[in-house]
């Protein structure tokens, strides 16, 4: 009998652990400012998941910044200001500001490390973990002219995906 209660404990802790983590990403997608930002899709296709689109936003790809040291993917911390209603980045930190409220992390990967430093082609692939997207089963791919992401910035400067816009509307 004491071992049942046990078992039943222990479930208990586990789904109140679950329900408190899914509440806490729910009430930071509700609460948390958010930035608009421009997108470019590409729509593959899952055979086990569906449809989804992967979401190349025009703050993914940025100069290499002086001070980089060659090597494999870090993060890097992206300042951004608003212009024209969307984030878009003003600079790029190697390393975390004391208090800058407008900024982002992200993880950086540099492109063509065969250039030499200074050269205009070298970039810096920028990933904040919102690049998929899934689309609604039954829903197929969806057309538009223009595509835009409502994102919400958390308070450790984590992006999360809260709505697709198309053309200006939001999406499912």
Known sequence: MKQQKWLWVVVAAQALFLITWAGWHHYL???APTIRLK????DPRDILRGDYMILNYDISRHAVPSGWTEGNSRTVFV????????????????????????????????????MPQGDP??????????????????????????????AAVSLAHRLYLKRVLLDGKPYP
Not at 39 to 42: A, G, K, L, Y
Request: aromatic share 8%.
């Open 79 to 114: 300042v951004f200001k608003i212009a024209d209603g969307c984030g878009v980045i003003d600079e790029i930190l190697l390393n975390e500001p004391p208090a800058e409220d407008k900024r982002l992390c992200a993880q950086a990967e540099a492109w063509g490390d065969s």
């Open 121 to 150: 082609s070298r970039q810096l692939r920028l990933t904040y973990g919102i690049e998929r997207f899934f689309v609604p089963e039954g829903k197929g791919q969806p057309r538009f002219k223009t595509l835009e992401v409502e």
């Open 29 to 31: 997608r509700a609460t």
């Open 39 to 42: 997108t470019r899709p590409v």
